[in-house]
C-alpha cells in the first residue's frame, strides 16, 4: 500500500536528513527537474549516503533518474545504493524500460531486481501507454501533469488533463499495476482544501495513491487514500453476509436495504485485502 510518496530535491541535504521522518510511505530522491545541471552528478554521487540513511528510517525510497545521457549511469548508481525503484521520466516506449533492464542486470548481485514507475509526460508516451504499462519490472505508472499539458500546447487545467490521466490510469489497471496521480495538478500545495478535493476524488476513480512536493500534504494523502474505518466495517459486513447467503445458494441479497451481488463482494473483498496489506507494513 503506497498512498503518499515525497518528492525530495537531491542536491538538499537539509531536506534529505529529516525526509524519511515526514510519515510518507515512499521518499523520491529528485535527480531531474529539481536539481540545477550543474549539481546533478554530485547529486547522484550522494545517492550511496542518503539511500540508506533514509531506508533505515522506515519508508521505501525511489530515485527520479534524468533521461537522455544521464539515465543510465543515474539507474545505476540508485542500483547500487539500494534504491526499491526508479521514477523513469518522459516515457515514450517499452524500449527504454528493456533496455534499463539490460543494463542493470548485471549490477544487481544481492538485491532483488530494482522497479519501475514509468512517467508518461508527452504524447508520443501517451499513445504507448499501454505496453509501456507492461513492460519488465513496472511497479506502477503515473503522469507528469505539467509536461503533459505543455506537450499538448495547453495549460493544466483538470479539464485539460483529465482525459489524458484516466487513459494512463486504465492502463495501469488493465496491466495490474498500480497507479499513482490525481486528476488535476497540484502545484499549489497552499491549498490544502483543493488537495484534499483532487485527492479524495483520485481515490474514487482507483488510484493507489501520488506524489507530492511538500510534507505538509503527505498527511492529507494518508488519510484520503486510505480506507476509513466505516468502509472497513462496512466490507467486513459484506464479506461475512455474502458468506452466509453463499452457504443457502444465494449469490445475490439485501443487506441493510442495499442490493449486494458479485461485483460488490468483490470489491469490499479487494479493500480488506489492501487493508490488511497495510496494516501489515505499517
Known amino acids: 500500500m503506497i498512498a503518499s510518496l515525497l518528492y525530495v530535491p537531491g542536491n538538499a541535504p537539509r ?12 521518499v523520491i530522491i529528485d535527480l531531474e527537474d529539481a536539481v540545477p545541471e550543474m549539481a546533478k552528478t554530485e547529486a547522484r554521487d ?30 545505476v548508481v540508485a542500483t547500487l545504493a539500494g534504491a526499491d525503484a526508479l521514477y523513469i521520466p518522459k516515457v515514450g516506449s517499452v524500449d527504454i ?14 538485491r532483488a531486481p530494482i522497479e519501475f514507475v514509468p512517467l508518461i509526460e508527452d504524447m508520443k508516451g501517451l499513445f504507448e501507454v499501454r505496453s509501456i504499462a507492461h513492460g519488465p519490472r513496472v511497479l506502477a505508472i503515473t503522469s507528469g501533469g505539467e509536461d503533459l499539458a505543455t506537450a499538448m500546447g495547453a495549460q ?60 505538509s500534504v503527505v498527511p492529507i494523502l494518508n488519510e484520503c487514500f486510505a480506507a476509513s474505518p466505516d468502509e472497513i ?8 453476509a455474502n458468506e452466509k447467503e453463499a452457504a443457502v445458494g444465494r449469490g445475490a441479497f ?16 479487494n479493500l480488506l485485502l489492501r487493508f490488511e496489506k497495510g496494516r501489515a507494513t505499517s
Request: some cysteine; hydrophobic content about 45%.
Open 156 to 215: 493544466p487545467t483538470p479539464e485539460v488533463l483529465r482525459y489524458p490521466k484516466l487513459m494512463i490510469h486504465y492502463a495501469a489497471k488493465e496491466a495490474g499495476v498500480l497507479s499513482f496521480g490525481m486528476l488535476r495538478t497540484t502545484v499549489d500545495f497552499a491549498d490544502k482544501q483543493a488537495l484534499r478535493a483532487a485527492a479524495s476524488e483520485a481515490r474514487q476513480f482507483g488510484f493507489d495513491g501520488a506524489t507530492c512536493i511538500h510534507p
Open 254 to 269: 439485501m443487506l441493510d436495504g442495499r442490493f449486494i451481488d458479485a461485483p460488490i463482494v468483490t470489491r469490499a473483498r
Open 15 to 26: 531536506f534529505l536528513e529529516k525526509a524519511g521522518q515526514r510519515g510518507a510511505d515512499v
Open 233 to 240: 466495517a462496512w466490507a467486513q459486513k459484506v464479506v461475512a
Open 46 to 75: 550522494n545517492l550511496t549516503k542518503w539511500v540508506p540513511d533514509i531506508r533505515r528510517m522506515g519508508c521505501q525510497v525511489f530515485v527520479r533518474i534524468n533521461n537522455g545521457d544521464r539515465m543510465v549511469d543515474d539507474a
Open 97 to 110: 524500460l528493456t533496455g534499463l533492464t539490460e543494463h542493470l542486470g548485471r549490477h544487481e548481485t544481492g
